[in-house]
């Protein structure tokens, strides 16, 4: 298996891009399939930090799906610079939709 996450005593790489401001010590791999990341500070998809609201209630809902108690959020967005949270979306319903790769929530909305 190819290793994504490389680390050194100062810095992180996803691949070969650096992780900006990742905290070596604190560093882990969340979701190693969603190459989904974590340090004592953020969240990273890959080499780009999402705006997480809520640190500790941030969980994947389905692939690319995740949230936390605020929002809901498309983490692949962050990988062309766009907004991730998914306005309109209720993170308190928000669910996968079964064998399907989206998610839908109370009122029926669907990214």
Same mark, same amino acid.
């Given at each position: ?13 996803? =691949?070969? !891009? /650096? %992780?900006? *401001? ?7 791999? +969340?979701?190693?399939? #969603? ?21 500790? =209630?941030? !969980? /994947? %809902?389905? *692939? ?7 929002? +809901?959020?498309?983490? #692949? ?25 989206? %998610? ?8």
């Amino acid at each position: 298996m190819i290793k994504v996450f490389i680390l050194d005593d100062k810095n992180i790489f996803y =691949t070969d !891009e /650096q %992780i900006p *401001g990742a905290d070596v010590s604190s560093f882990e791999v +969340v979701d190693e399939k #969603s190459n989904v990341s974590k340090d004592k500070n953020s969240y990273y998809y890959c080499s780009y930090r999402i705006p997480v609201k809520d640190y500790m =209630t941030f !969980e /994947q %809902i389905k *692939g690319d799906y995740w949230k936390d108690k605020y929002h +809901v959020y498309d983490i #692949s967005k962050a990988f062309y610079g766009q907004d991730c949270i998914l306005t309109g979306m209720d993170s308190q319903t928000a669910k996968a939709v079964r064998d399907r790769n989206y %998610i839908r929530d109370k009122n029926g909305k669907c990214p």
